[in-house]
Each structure stands twice: as C-alpha cells, then as structure tokens.
DNA sequence: GATGAATGAGTGTTCATTCAT
DNA sequence: TATGAATGAACACTCATTCAT
C-alpha cells in the first residue's frame, strides 16, 4: 500500500481532530506568508489532506480560520513561556535565560513573527475578536515582576523599571530579529539570519538589558538635544 | 502675470507632477492600512481627484505604483537622517539627537513602517526591485560608525560595538514601539500610541541604549542558561 | 415546461463532458468569425449553457479555450481522412475519391477553415502548443503516397510527383474556395458558395488534378518569360 | 546632426503626403500581423515618426486606417497586373508569364496575403466599403479572357475554361503558398518559404495549369465516387 | 462527512478615442 | 499642426463561497 494511498485512508479514518489540525498548520504556513488577504483558500486547501469543502465545514470561513491560526499561535508562546520556570531563578540567571528563550522562539518561529505583523497591519481588527488573549499573556508580565522585585532586593537590578517595560524591550529585539530580516538585508547586505550572526545578536541582546537593568549601571540624564 | 501662471491657478491644475503626488500619497495611505494584495485600486482611485484610468497612465500597474510608494517613503527617512547634521555634534549629544530623531521619525510615519512591515511579510520581493535601496541606506551607517570612532576616542564609549549593531538596535526599540502598537493593546492593554507612554518610552530607549554603549559599563559575562 | 426551464435543467445535470462540448462548441464558432482577438469571452459564455466562469474553470483561459479549439478542429479533419479508407482503392479511384472528400470537408466546415487562417495570420504561434500535430497530419500524406506509388506502377499516374505537394495542391484549391469566398465575391462578383458554384467547381479541381497527375499529360517545357 | 534629428526635422517640414505613407506604412505591417482587433493604435503611433493624434487627423480613427491600408494594398496588385502587358504576348507565353507574375507577387507581399485573409475572416465586411474595387479587379479577368480566346484560336489552349475561374486557380495555388506556410510548417515539417521550395513550387504551379488548360490534355470523366 | 462542479460579485487591466495647450 | 494628458467603457480573470450528490 502505498504512502498517498495511507495518508488519504488516515484522513478518511474519520479522525476530525487530525483534520483540525491538517488545516491550521497549512493555514499557519500560508497566512503567515501571504497575510490575510494574499492567501489563497484553494491553496490552502489543495496542501491539506481534506478538501476546500472541510475548511468551511471545521472552519466556517476564511476569517474564522485565520482567527483560529492566530489563536493557535499565541497560545503556544505563552504557554512554553509560563511553564519555563523563570521566576524560580535567581533574578539575573532567571531574566537571562528568558532573554535568551525569548530569542530563540522567535527564531524558530518566523510564522508566528509573521501573523503578529500581520495583525498589526490590520490594527489588531481579528486578534480583538481572539477570546483570553489579555489572560494568556499577563502571565509573562507577572514572571518579570517576580524577578525584579527579587532582583531590586538582592541588589543586583536597580529600581525603578516597569515588567512590562522590560518585556516590551526584550520583545522589541527579539521580534525585530526575525520581522526585519528581509529588509535588512536588502538595505544593508546583513544576513541576520545566519547561524553566526544570530548568535552573536543573541548575547548583544543579553548584553544590552543587562546594561539597562543593572544596579551599577550610571544612567545619565538624557541631554534633549533636538536637530529636527 | 504670464498665461502658464494663470493656468495653474485654474480649476484643472493640469499639473501631472501634482497628479503624481497626489496618487502616491493616496497610495501610500492605502498600501500600509491593508497590504499590496489587501489595498484595492478602486478605492485608492476613489480618494484621488484622477480615475484608475491615470494611475495606470502614470505607474503602469498595482505592483509598480506600490514599489514607488515603497521606494518613496524609504527616500524620505534617509534623506532626512543624513541631512539631521549628527556626525558633527559631540560623540554622545549626536547619538542621543539620532536616537531621538529615529523615534520621533517611526513615531510619525506609522504608514512608513507598516509598509517596512509587509515587505517583510513578503520576504522583501519588491523591495528587492526598487533601485538605489543599498546606497541609501549605508549612508546612516556611516553616520554611526563617525560618533562612535569619536566616542571611543574620547572615552566616552566603549570599544567593540559594530556601527550596523547599534543601527539595528535602534530601529528595533523605535520600529516594534510603533509596529507591534496594536498586538500590544489587546495583549497587555497598554496604550504605547498615548503621549505620556511615548514621552516616557523615548527616555527609555535613550537610557537602554546609552548605557550599553557607555564606556562605564559594567558588561557581566553571560550566564548561557538554557532552558528549552 | 418552459423552453429556459429546460436548458436550465440540462445545465445541472452535472454532465461536466456535455458542458466542456457546449463550451468548446460556441468558443468555434466565436473564434473562427471573429478571431483570438476580436472574440469576447462574455459573448461566448453568454450562447453557453454555462457561465463566464465555468470556461476558467474547464479551459483555464481565452488563450487556452482558444488552443483546445484549435485541436479539435485538426483532430476532426485528420481523423476522418485517415478513416476514408481511400488507400485501398484503385488510385484514380482512391485520388479523386479523396479530392471530393477534402473539397466536402472544407466547404462545410468554414470555421476550421477560418481557424486555420487565423493561425496563419498568427504565425502559428499557438497550433504550434498543441501537442500530437506533426504525427496526425502525417497519415494523410501516407495515404496519397499509397495511391501515387501504385498509379504509377499500374501506368496511370506519371512518376516525379512527391505526395506532400500533390496533397498541397489539393488544399490549396478546395481551401481557398472556402477562404476567400468573400473577398472574391467583393472582386469580381461572383459567389463561390452558390450550390451551383461549388458543384462545378470541385469538378473543375478534381480536373486539375488528375490533368496534373494523369500519365499521359504532356508537360510542356516551361517558357520563363519574366515580365517584372 | 543626428540621424534622429534629421528625420524628426522630415516630419516637420510639412509634408502631408510623407506623414500619410509613413502611418500607411507601419499600420499595414500591424495590421497585416495582427489582425484589426489584435493591432494597436499605440502600437503604430509608436513605429511612426508622428505621433498618435495624427493617426485620427489623417484617418479618422482604426477602422478608417484599417480600409486605407486595405485600399492600398489592392491598389498595388491589381495596377501591377494591368500594366503587365500579358495580353500583348503570345498566349501560352502571356499565361505564364502571368502565373510567375501572381506567384512573385503572392511571395513577396505577404503582408497582402495576411490582409486578404483578414477580410475573409471578417467576412469583407471592410474591403465593401472600399470603393472602387470591382472596377480594378476585373481587369485581370479581361487580360485572361483575351488570352484565352486567342489560345483558342491558335489550338493552343482548349475551350470551355472561364476566364474567372482560371483566375480562381491561379489565385488559389500561389496564395496558399504563402497564407498557409505557418500550419503547412507545423504539420509537416515542411517549409514553403526556403528558396528552393518556392522555385520548386513554382515550376509545378505552372505544370499544373499548363497541364489543364493545355488543347491536349484528356480530361477524363470523373468517377463521383463518394466515399462520405 | 466528503467531493467536484458551480456561482456572482468584484478586481486588475486595456483600448480607442478626445481634450487642453 | 502637433503633443502629453485624460477618459470611460469594456475586458480578461479571480475569489470566497455554496450546491448537488
């Protein structure tokens, strides 16, 4: 028996939940390439084991399938990045290594980077319509506070910075590593993409925060010098 | 007074530099709200004073009037980067001014960054055809590359950062406080567009920024945790 | 029951093979009156059982609507000239058996006729995408080449005549008679298309013919005389 | 001064008639490739020396034009033939003369033959509202009604031919030659166009005829056999 | 649940032609 | 007489979605 002749029996083999899931991941792959509008429904479902017809049948529709995808995502990150264990750490080694799991979940996955830009082109209109987002993800926020306060105490972090702040940071670099690599590399001929290059970002970007919130570190009034 | 001067105060301008303008600016509204394959040249016909008609007349098609409005807007930021004077100010005042002048840049050109956004989200195909991209943009490398030999010279900076480094980190925390307003919102419900955010986010990105290229700063080993 | 109420019917009788016929049927006629170019797809969807966007569905586009036209036209002539069983005739039989049918054919299929003219005014741009051409058109002179070989063997045909331009001179003569009726109508007055017309004129080709190939023509010595 | 210079100053130097030739002169190639609906006005415009508003001074609009270069054409052809002087020479020479005459000219004015076809496609529906073409065309049917008749005369030629439709098979045979050397290519393989097999053909189009016209030919009575 | 066929509203694009100077 | 700009109607083609089986 042949492999087609098994995957079209394994779809047939009324597992509804595989389908599900053979769409998203189609989806995923090809919203996050194309955004909303340039994404083909034939095409997604001509990659998929089913036909266009499930799509509407599990789905109900281009848009509550991309709902679906974006949902999908979020859930992922948030999850991995509550159940890391960061707030058990010591304040510095705790921030560090959610820098750096930070870093590399945005590396390893471009298509979530992606469907984020995506929704900001489009103000956010679909994720608005995504249910336990705000939940999900103050969790993150609480990890961050766990650590700084610890940090402040111990000494080690200066006072004075807000959670989200610092994760607004550490997403900044982390997001734009992987958003703008294309752009970049068009403007400058740099490859942020290349295993070396990353590397080296990833203990630029460490380097960078640490810096920041370090209890040592001078922070000198800002000068106000405006040119424009 | 002469007739072409006449003319030109006239009703029907007849002034096809004007219809140009007029097109690309509608375009580039339209482009950066909703996308190449979202925007639609009915209605970005519809807010011009010309018909669609013209915009063929003039760009040729939907793919070429948007590599204009792409290449237009990347005009805009550079010229005004090299023009803002930086390499001849003081090593840190210079930086603190660029700094400035990015954020307040991508602060007021959201529709130029969301059009950085869907390049990107389109691995930068049409990007890669606008000419003249690379040489444009080295030029606010050099900018960099001037303050911080300068600095170090002075001992105001510390050795070792790679002028494309700093570059990136500075569009990073200027590009994704613009960029990523939305997903943000309905995540954290924090509103980065409001004034005083922006206000305090701007010193902050100035503190992160100056304290990692500050010749006092106390770089700690990384600690490499690992934790996915 | 309504005459519409009925077409309308044979259209859901799901008969995909009926529909493509229908299509391909109407595409014939609009091609061969009108052209690739001059053809409109809304006119021909418009005499269709069918809509406007079942001919993409089926063909794909106007170019290859036009291409599968093309194809069928060709492969409904050779067919039935491979079919006519003239090889197995006696060859003055065989040949003239032959002239009448190629003259029959073409004059009541117009349409074939004019598509072949339009490839023509084309360069053959498209005939030449149609796969298989070469090897059907090829029998056609096999079975004139039959015919000659045993003419001559049995003393009625004079040698020294190839079967590709024996089958040249009769196309030529039955194609123009179709071809170029209106033109030669507007010219001289004269309707090629009359009953009476065509009767006297396939006999004059067939005349022609076998004046040409007969063995005891004397062919005289051509003259030369140039006069331009 | 410049080549270009020098022919920009041509047009200007008012001369209408240059202008009208010029136009004539591109648009019968379009026209004569593309067909009427498949040629483009900016097309033409652009292989001319003026530009496309003068195309609508001289003309009117496409059609207009289209009926000029058809005019033309038939013009050129028909005032050939008359001016020949075929009928002054002895018939059998006249006769041949005429056929290498029609075949030279079939082979060197495709563009004609593709206008022709054109027409025929179109059903003449243009080339009746040229005036004047009766009157130019029956011309050539007097030049071989009077050597017909003096062949007569002389034993040379048998009777019972109409001048008309030996003009038809002089036409039909040196025509196809050149209108249908796109699908005979394709077909067969076979290119009428190379040098040698248009003096070839040539020499076998004036066999074929002599061959039926000649006082000795037998014609046989046909067989009728119908094998459809 | 599953499949190929069908659909209508829209979407980018082209064309002959005319206007203003 | 000549030129670039302008125009609207038409044209080929696409897409998300639904129907019949």
Chains 1, 2, 3, 4 share one sequence.
Request: with cysteine; hydrophobic share 40%.
């Amino acid at each position: 028996m042949s492999a087609s002749k098994l995957q079209q029996d394994a779809t047939r083999t009324n597992d509804p939940e595989a389908v599900r899931r053979d769409i998203l991941e189609v989806a995923t792959r090809e919203f996050a390439f194309k955004g909303l509008s340039g994404a083909r429904i034939d095409e997604i479902a001509a990659q998929t084991n089913t036909s266009k017809r499930m799509i509407y049948y599990y789905f109900g529709g281009k848009e509550q399938l991309y709902r679906a995808v974006l949902a999908q995502a979020y859930q992922q990150v948030r999850s991995l990045e509550v159940s890391g264990g960061f707030a058990q750490l010591a304040p510095r080694a705790g921030l560090e290594a959610l820098i750096r799991h930070s870093f590399d979940y945005h590396d390893s996955h471009p298509e979530f980077v992606r469907l984020v830009m995506n929704e900001n082109i489009h103000h956010g209109a679909h994720l608005a319509q995504v249910k336990g987002m705000r939940a999900r993800n103050e969790s993150v926020v609480a990890v961050l506070e766990t650590l700084l306060e610890k940090g402040v105490e111990q000494g080690v972090f200066r006072s004075g910075i807000e959670p989200l702040d610092l994760h607004v940071t550490i997403s900044a670099l982390c997001f734009y590593n992987v958003s703008n690599r294309y752009t970049v590399k068009l403007n400058f001929g740099f490859d942020m993409s290349e295993k070396h290059a990353r590397e080296n970002r990833l203990e630029q970007i460490v380097a960078i925060i640490m810096a920041w919130v370090g209890a040592n570190t001078h922070v000198l009034h800002p000068l106000h010098v405006h040119t424009l």
